[in-house]
């Protein structure tokens, strides 16, 4: 079982950057494809960036490519979401997710999810 907990996240002005960090504590990390998801008050939880296990494929949501890149170090356990240009549309709870099977965009097939952490970005 993996334990997942979200560090990074913070208040930053628009075009300004985060890193956002989520480290797992289980001995099978490299088994696992990571995602990255969001949470907008009032809104539902939407799909941000996903990796495979090796970090070979990368899937982002229209509106952050470009601007965000999700890396994974598996001998850390650690999979990492670097924010550039930075929108207030970004604003949110950030949660790293971990997946048995896909590297998917869907958030149901996730099995593992972390607290979530703030990011709010000014205008």
């Known amino acids: 079982q993996e334990q997942l907990v979200e560090s990074g996240g913070g208040l930053v002005q628009a075009g300004g950057s985060l890193r956002l960090s989520c480290a797992a504590s289980g001995r099978t990390f490299s088994n696992y494809a990571m995602g990255w998801f969001r949470q907008a008050q009032g809104k539902e939880r939407e799909f941000v960036s996903a990796i495979s296990r090796d970090g070979s494929i990368t899937y982002y949501t229209d509106s952050v490519k470009g601007r965000f890149t999700i890396s994974r170090d598996n001998a850390k356990n650690t999979v990492y979401l670097q924010m550039n240009s930075l929108k207030p549309e970004d604003t949110g709870v950030y949660y790293c997710?971990?997946?048995?099977?896909?590297?998917?965009?869907?958030?149901?097939?996730?099995?593992?999810w972390g607290q979530g952490t703030q990011v709010t970005v000014s205008s």
């Open positions: 997710a971990a997946s048995k099977i896909y590297t998917s965009r869907d958030s149901r097939w996730y099995d593992y």
